[in-house]
């Protein structure tokens, strides 16, 4: 089963885009070679792409040559490459190319690192750049100073000067590192934080209960008050005995 082939992309006129988009297009067309049966189908599917700036104005003066003379201006894929590279690369694209990466407009700015490690190898290629030393240096100008600073700061691992390979990767693993981080925090503040209630640690106030109103206590009744007597029944029985005896003394 074949992998599903994607297009190539939209062009306007940039030359390191060149480049992708030939490769894209040469690589389509090796794949899928059943979609192309002739020279011209392979032309015409290419121009599909050249939507854009100095790219569109030249496919439209394509067709409108056809219109004029009856016959397609280009006949071969290989005549196709030709009038691309003579309309959309420099003259002395080596010069050209050396001239951007003495200056700051190959800098990597907003863009990931792999995205100007893309564009960054495509240019160095062009300009001939081969030795180790240059192409870091011009690498490491060109990146963030941020970046730069980390790998060249590192502790364990820093990356030597004269390999070109192990700055890439670095560049790359830090630059990875930050976007996760910048994702991790994007999530953190779109959740919305679970808000606890702060419980008090005085008590809650006491209630009042009110009692029912207190009956009244029974009445104890009081004893009757006692009987008073005429004496003291001690008294009684020495007064019978005093007169049980008799009298003595005058008669």
């Not at 894209?24 to 392979?42: G, M, T, W």
């Not at 003379?69 to 309309?87: L, M, R």
């Amino acid at each position: 089963m074949r992998p599903k082939l994607s297009s190539p992309p939209d062009f306007g006129r940039e030359c390191h885009n060149g480049h992708a988009f030939l490769n894209s297009c040469s690589l389509y067309i090796r794949l899928a070679p059943e979609q192309f049966y002739d020279e011209q189908k392979k032309i015409l599917w290419a121009l599909t792409f050249f939507k854009s700036s100095r790219a569109a104005k030249w496919s439209k003066n394509v067709f409108r040559q056809e219109v004029d003379t009856g016959v397609f201006p280009i006949q071969t894929w290989g005549d196709f490459e030709q009038q691309f590279w003579v309309h959309f690369f420099p003259v002395n694209a080596e010069a050209d190319t050396i001239n951007t990466l003495e200056g700051i407009s190959y800098h990597q700015g907003g863009r990931t690192v792999d995205d100007y490690l893309d564009n960054f190898q495509a240019l160095v290629s062009d300009a001939g750049y081969t030795d180790p030393r240059t192409l870091v240096v011009k690498f490491r100008r060109g990146l963030r100073i941020g970046i730069q600073n980390q790998i060249a700061t590192m502790l364990y691992g820093r990356p030597a000067d004269t390999d070109p390979d192990a700055w890439y990767q670095a560049a790359r693993r830090i630059d990875q590192a930050r976007l996760a981080n910048e994702a991790f925090q994007s999530v953190s503040r779109s959740t919305p934080s679970v808000q606890t209630k702060t419980v008090s640690a005085q008590p809650p106030p006491m209630s009042v209960v009110r009692l029912p109103p207190a009956l009244p206590l029974p009445v104890t009744p009081k004893p009757p008050p006692p009987i008073p007597s005429t004496g003291v029944p001690m008294d009684v029985n020495m007064t019978r005995k005093a007169r049980s005896l008799p009298l003595q003394g005058c008669y």
